[in-house]
């Protein structure tokens, strides 16, 4: 009898490593991280099936700032770049979202710096890199930089960004958002300023990261507002257009005495929508500079501005950002990068480190990653940009300096690439990870676990709790609006295979599991 059990613990073993291995070849494929001699600075990436392009910065002989364009092939290989300079004079590409197809064409934001002003700058680019057209841009004497650039459903281009006016009181120039909309030949319909001068009695600026139409034609921008000369000032903002630039809704969220970082905003499956953004939770003190410590914050607000739903994950971290959010099939995916400030240096690996992060349309966390390119505990390792790939995946760019690079043995700055699949790997097969929340803690249990059809769960401690379970692709295959403590919950309809089991209180991740189903 004890060696029949011994042979049926086995193949139980054995099936079971067997489907998480099966599962995870199909679903984590991986990718690269990879670092380049060519560049520094920020980096936005466009993936343009097989390549990936970016657009990052440079110096040059001369010492301005130039931009550098690259293609990148599926294995990471630099395999063509090319160098955009104006003489005497600096350029730089966008933040986020700054390089987009647009037909036969790469469409590229940014702004030059033509002392004593700057200018909004859009360049056409062809698939060899070349540039074939440019236009640069001001209202008046203001001065504008684009961050962020989408197409419209007609073609036309849609640019976010700053604009710099002169505020005739204070006698210095102050930051607006920028909202301007071109046709695809670069030819301007208009472009004008968004701007709140003072929010209880302290200076404003503002500044606009990314821009889209939605399904109606309206036109959405997001990003911050920062009162000037006031601790913990910072929201996130977003203001909605209509078709020819009219504004007709302008929301702010955020902590009122915390700050917190830029919103993205997306359109929704429901037609309503998706805001990734962070939320202050306490303060840090950063050698006498008090920051606020975030959560990774997502919402759903309709047009009217009314927040349909609001949930935070992750632990409090110090200067938390959430750079770019993009929508994927069956979700969400956004990127950015926190300061590993509370660990001691001398155990960290890095100063700045990257994150991606996945939700549902309903906002619900699917899982989350941490990535770094070096690992000195002073390595800058900042992703600003990411672009959905066709399988479920993402290129990232961004920025990686250290006072020891990998590649030179010397202080340095590069591009930085990584390529993700589905599950946010970038090599093979690599383990699932959960976004980390340390409260409220508990001592739920589930079980068994591989199952033949159902299982149960322990602990529960009277708690009201909604279940969301979900298979290897992150589809939602079962929702109860509460269960109770050893209730039989059956997935004996279900194929075999992997599946994420996820409890909530009050929409909040208390407890997830992964679960094997066996045939």
Request: net charge neutral; charged share 20%.
């Amino acid at each position: 009898m004890i060696k029949r059990n011994l042979i049926i613990i086995r193949q139980k073993l054995l099936l079971y490593l067997a489907v998480t291995f099966a599962w995870f070849n199909l679903h984590a494929q991986g990718g690269f991280s990879q670092l380049y001699n060519e560049g520094s600075g920020t980096s936005s990436v466009l993936y343009d099936h097989p390549y990936t392009l970016t657009a990052a910065q440079t110096s040059s002989a001369n010492g301005t700032l130039d931009i550098l364009f690259m293609k990148i092939d599926q294995n990471g290989n630099l395999i063509d770049s090319a160098v955009y300079s104006e003489d005497t004079q600096t350029v730089y590409a966008g933040l986020q979202n700054c390089m987009i197809r647009s037909g036969n064409h790469y469409i590229v934001c940014g702004r030059r710096s033509n002392l004593p002003k700057y200018e909004g700058m859009l360049l056409k680019l062809d698939t060899n890199l070349t540039i074939v057209d440019s236009v640069f841009f001001q209202i008046g004497s203001e001065w504008t930089s684009a961050i962020s650039v989408s197409r419209a459903k007609n073609n036309d281009l849609l640019v976010a960004g700053t604009i710099y006016w002169m505020d005739s009181v204070i006698m210095r120039r102050r930051k607006g958002f920028l909202a301007a909309r071109f046709d695809a030949d670069l030819n301007p319909k208009w472009i004008k300023r968004f701007h709140t001068p003072s929010v209880n009695g302290k200076v404003v600026e503002q500044q606009a990261h990314n821009v889209m139409e939605d399904s109606k034609g309206n036109i959405w921008l997001g990003g911050y507002r920062l009162a000037q000369l006031q601790d913990n000032g910072s929201d996130a903002l977003v203001i909605a257009l209509d078709s020819v630039g009219n504004k007709i809704l302008e929301k702010v969220l955020g902590n009122p005495a915390l700050s917190e970082g830029i919103a993205t905003v997306v359109e929704a499956p429901d037609s309503n929508y998706f805001i990734a953004t962070i939320i202050g939770d306490n303060l840090v003190d950063l050698g006498n500079n008090p920051q606020s410590r975030c959560k990774l914050r997502v919402l759903e607000m309709d047009i009217g501005g009314t927040i349909l739903w609001d949930k935070a994950y992750g632990s409090p971290l110090a200067l938390n950002y959430i750079s770019n959010c993009e929508k994927t099939k069956d979700g969400y995916l956004s990127s950015g990068y926190y300061l590993d400030w509370d660990r001691d240096f001398t155990q960290r690996d890095a100063f700045y480190r990257s994150f991606s992060f996945k939700t549902n349309f309903n906002g619900d966390s699917i899982w989350y990653r941490e990535y770094i390119a070096g690992s000195i505990h002073s390595d800058w390792n900042r992703l600003f940009d990411l672009s959905v790939t066709p399988d479920g995946g993402f290129v990232a760019g961004g920025h990686f300096s250290s006072d020891v690079s990998p590649l030179t043995g010397q202080a340095g700055s590069h591009v930085w690439i990584i390529k993700a699949d589905s599950l946010g790997c970038v090599v093979p097969r690599c383990q699932y990870v959960s976004l980390p929340e340390p409260e409220p803690k508990t001592s739920i249990n589930l079980y068994p676990n591989p199952t033949h059809g159902s299982f149960y769960l322990q602990g529960l401690q009277g708690k009201t709790l909604s279940l969301r379970v979900y298979d290897a692709s992150g589809r939602e295959v079962l929702y109860r609006e509460s269960i109770s403590e050893g209730e039989a919950i059956q997935l004996k309809n279900q194929s075999a295979g992997l599946y994420h089991i996820q409890l909530l209180q009050n929409g909040y991740e208390v407890y997830q599991q992964r679960i094997i189903l066996q045939p």
